[in-house]
Every structure is written in C-alpha cells, then in structure tokens.
C-alpha cells in the first residue's frame, strides 16, 4: 500500500468505527469559520443527515482552553472537529476520556501520540503534506465518502474548501485530484481552461481585468479607464446597452480577442500565460451567480464566517435557495468591511501610523477592525503592490474578550518562509497560542500584552533574512 491508500483505508477503519455508534447519540460538531471550515461542517452535517443522526453545530475562530472546557462539561459523549483539532491536542486532553472526540482536519498535529478517546483522520499522519494535498474539506468528504457513497455527490464543496485554502495551483495535487474527479463524474463540478480573473461571472468586466492584482496586466491593472480602452481597441464593447458586461457575456470570437490581447500586454511579465488557466464550475449554479465560480463561492463562504453569519454560507453549501439569497447579500457588507479596513490602513499608513521596518510592518488596529478581518486585510495587502516582495505583514485586532488576534502574511507570491514557525517564535515569549499554515498563520494574545509582543516580533523579524 502506499500512503495514499493508507490514508484512504484509515478514513475508512474511522467511518466503520464511527457507524457503530449508538443512534441515540447526537453528535457535537465543531469547525472553524473559514470558507474550508464552513465547508467542512456543511458535509459532515449532511452526511449526518443521512446517517438518520442528530447533531448540533458550532462554528469557532479557535480551539481554546474556554472551548475544551465547555465541551469537556457538555452532555455530549460524541464530538467531531472538523478543519480544526490537530494542532491542539493538548486542549482536548482536558476533554474527558468518557467521551470519543474525532479530528477530521488537515493542520499538522501538534503531537502523533494515540490517545484513547481520540479517533484521528489526518494527511499528516501518512506523510502526505495537509497544507497542500488536502483540506480540512477534504478530509470531512474522505470520511463522509466511506461513511456512506452517497456522500460522493458533495465532493465539489470539498473542492471549495481546497480553494478557500488556497491549495489549487493551476491543478491540484494527488488527493484534491482524486476529489476533483468524483466532483466531475457526480456533474456537480466542471473544469474549464480560461482567464483566471476574479469576478468572471459577476464583475463588470472593465473592473475584473483593472483589479486583477494576482496577474499583472501592463496599462490595464489599477485602472478602469485603461480597462475600458484596452476593450474598446480589442473591438469588445464593455457595454450592453446600459448594463456592463462580465467576462461570461462574451461570444467566442471576443474571448479569443480578449485572450490575445492580454497575452500581448503580459509579453515582458514573468510568465505571462499565467493568467490563463483552470476555472472551476459549479454546474448547479446559475451562469452569472456568486457560487457559479468556486473560487467566488469560497469567498462567499469566507465572507459569511467573517461576519458572524455561518449558518447562510452552509446553507449556501448545501443548495437552500433562501440561506443562498442571503448569502449574497452579505457578501455586499463583507465588501464594505473590507474598503473600510483598506482605508483605514492607507490612511494610518500614510500618517505614520503603522509601524515599519525594513522586512515588515506591524499593523496594531485596537478596535479599528474587526478581529475576524485582520487576515483578510494582511492576505489582500500580501497580494498587492504596497509592499516590496518579502515584507512581513503582522496585523493585530482586539477580540474584546481580553484577547487580541493576530495574523501574518509575507508579501510577495514566490517566498517560501514558514509563517507558522515564525509565529510561533514570537507567541511562545508571550504565553499565546497560534495555529495556521506555512504561507498563512496566525495567534491569539493577551490584550494587554501587546507590547512585549510587538517588541519581540520587530526584534524577530529583524534577525530574519528573507530569501524570496
Ligand atoms: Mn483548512
């Protein structure tokens, strides 16, 4: 066997194991809010659903010591994490052994022990690299897959989580491809070689290719009016009428044009057939949708966990059309919440305000922002021009609980720096807890010690040396 199937027959030893679980016994699912948390928790309900089993939800930023203790004096014998648990093994062992605690999660795990109480479906545990191969989706829809075939009809939302999580580059790797393919032979999901422009389906066309940030486009990029003028040389109206058109109006014989063009503007990039490449279809959804394209669908998902509304993005998930109308809705307030971050930054960074050093910039935004954004706003400026590529982005928020969020990006696509690692060198001087990725990390701190921990992190990232 190789890891692979080893990995596959474990979720399948989990989910025999997990069928002999008495029926009476409702089943305490906890995940993470992000758009691979959201879902995550929408599949494994699901197939709840279908097991004839009840459960009860809750959808958390963190596993913290308050959570496990909660849980730990619930009257729930059965718990289930999904995107969430691994790296916090040590918490659930405040979790009494007279409860079985599942970890369905994709994070690397904080300790390989065996634990009695705890039934563990991890890539890690096989040597197969969570952060790239496989989500926290992933890992639920494994499950879930074994548990009952049916399931198989909700491997596009696992394909979503994948891409909230950023694991698609242009292709997958081998068990978001194993996903990938039941998604297409279930008709959910198709696979279309395209521009990859965010907001094909929904934007005004003119302003998906003026704020393509992630590609490049000479005299188009950062400027609607260029946008437009590049259109209009192509021979593509931007207009129909009085409405705008998105990239899904055009016919054939303008997307042909339209790609050229781009490929001739892109001829002194890097690489400038980059903007073309794999887009994902949601085939159930309507053309012109937010959850036609999965890559807008997970930012949907991001936006309702962000805003405290996770119940519209599972609903989302799981097809109800009115959860799906609001949903959307939210994604307008999402947007604003992110335009007021952005100003806000620009503003503070112009005043002096922020924080910088020669590799970094800590954003402190007290109550400014909201806790469950900093991440958003470190990730959309790690991804824009501010910043020279390398710098690290450390932003801050109060929760008002006594604790201030934490994230960390580094700007700049091609840097291969452990954020995970770098956190966690900081968090420890400090007594904190952090969790997160290689690109993509974060912590939780005591508000108020925030400055000793700004202190250590200038000091931390000035003994770094950034290889991009
Ligand atoms: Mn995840």
């Not at 066997?1 to 474990?10: A, P, R």
């Not at 302003?207 to 005299?219: F, K, M, R, V």
């Not at 934490?406 to 700049?412: A, F, P, T």
């Amino acid at each position: 066997m190789d890891k692979y199937e080893k990995f596959y027959s474990c979720a399948q030893r989990v989910a025999d194991e997990f069928r002999k679980i008495d029926a009476g016994h409702p089943i305490r699912i906890i995940s993470h809010l992000d758009a691979d948390g959201l879902s995550s928790c929408s599949i494994l309900t699901k197939a709840m659903k279908r097991a004839g089993r009840q459960y009860t939800v809750s959808i958390v930023q963190k596993l913290d010591e308050a959570l496990a203790e909660s849980l730990a004096n619930e009257p729930f014998s059965y718990i289930a994490f999904t995107d969430l648990g691994s790296g916090q093994f040590n918490l659930l062992k405040k979790i009494p052994d007279s409860k079985t605690i599942y970890i369905f999660d994709h994070h690397k795990p904080e300790s390989f022990e065996e634990i009695g109480n705890i039934v563990h479906l991890n890539p890690h545990l096989f040597e197969i690299d969570g952060s790239k191969e496989v989500s926290g989706a992933g890992v639920a829809y494994l499950f879930s897959r074994a548990l009952d075939a049916r399931n198989r009809d909700m491997a596009h939302i696992a394909i979503i989580g994948a891409i909230g999580d950023v694991q698609e580059n242009n292709g997958f790797e081998r068990v978001n491809t194993d996903i990938l393919k039941d998604a297409v032979e279930s008709g959910k999901m198709k696979v279309i070689q395209g521009l990859k422009l965010f907001g094909a389906q929904t934007k005004p066309l003119h302003n998906a290719l003026a704020y393509s940030t992630e590609h490049n486009i000479p005299g188009v990029t950062g400027s609607e009016s260029g946008a437009i003028q590049f259109l209009h040389q192509l021979g593509i109206s931007p207009k129909n009428g009085d409405s705008w058109r998105s990239l899904v109006d055009l016919d054939d014989r303008e997307l042909k044009n339209l790609v050229t063009g781009i490929l001739m503007r892109r001829l002194n990039e890097k690489e400038p057939e980059a903007i073309i490449g794999r887009v994902y279809i949601l085939l159930g959804e309507e053309k012109k949708s937010p959850l036609r394209d999965a890559k807008e669908f997970s930012t949907l998902l991001n936006a309702c966990g962000r805003m405290d509304k996770s119940e519209l993005g599972i609903g989302a998930c799981l097809g109800d059309e009115k959860l799906k109308a609001q949903a959307i809705a939210h994604l307008a307030l999402y947007k604003k919440e992110i335009v007021k971050g952005l100003t806000w930054f620009e503003k503070s960074y112009s005043s002096g305000e922020i924080i910088r050093g020669r590799n970094y910039i800590i954003i402190n935004a007290g109550r400014q922002i909201m806790h469950t954004m900093i991440g958003t706003l470190a990730s959309i400026l790690s991804k824009s021009n501010y910043l020279g590529e390398g710098t690290f982005i450390l932003s801050m928020a109060q929760i008002g609980d006594g604790n201030t969020k934490v994230s960390i990006r580094l700007s700049g696509s091609s840097a291969t720096t452990d954020l995970r690692g770098v956190i966690s060198g900081i968090v420890e001087k400090v007594d904190g807890s952090f969790g997160g990725h290689m690109g993509a990390a974060g912590a939780i701190i005591a508000t108020d010690r925030e400055g000793q921990f700004i202190e250590e992190a200038k000091s931390l990232f000035e003994k770094t040396a950034i290889t991009p």
